[in-house]
């Protein structure tokens, strides 16, 4: 069964940092689609960014909200995914979820919810002005 576990999140003021880290357990896969969502008070469950990646090659893929300001990137060995988010602002507050799934993903389709199956249960971000 895969397991996934988001840590990193927390408080911080308009400009500032933030890493989460998504460790994955539970599978064993060469290729790979990772990718973070978040979700606002009252809104749906939005995909920031995704990283697919096989023993040669990886590709990112980032919303317009989040691109220039986050970054996604693994840690293979630790079957790790990590989530720098420099600049932030209030609108980036919210849950951010880790997905996961087998397989490679084409870019268009790896920001939209219903193409993950496995989810982490989610780390809280704050922003304040």
């Known amino acids: 069964q895969v397991k996934l576990v988001e840590s990193g999140g927390g408080s911080v003021q308009a400009g500032g940092s933030l890493r989460l880290s998504c460790e994955v357990s539970?599978?064993?896969?060469?290729?790979?689609?990772w990718a973070w969502f978040r979700q606002a008070p009252g809104k749906e469950r939005e995909g920031v960014a995704s990283?697919?990646?096989?023993?040669?090659?990886?590709?990112?893929s980032y919303s317009d909200s989040v691109k220039g300001r986050f970054e996604i990137s693994q840690d293979r060995a630790k079957d790790t995914v990590y989530l720098d988010m420099t600049g932030l602002k209030d609108e980036d507050t919210g849950t951010y979820f880790c997905?996961?799934?087998?397989?490679?993903?084409?870019?268009?389709?790896?920001?939209?919810?219903?193409?993950?199956?496995?989810w982490g249960k989610g780390t809280q971000v704050t922003v304040s002005t």
């Open positions: 990283l697919v990646s096989n023993s040669q090659n990886s590709q990112t």
């Open positions: 997905a996961w799934r087998n397989g490679w993903l084409v870019p268009k389709e790896t920001l939209k919810v219903g193409r993950y199956d496995d």
């Open positions: 539970g599978f064993k896969t060469l290729t790979r689609t």
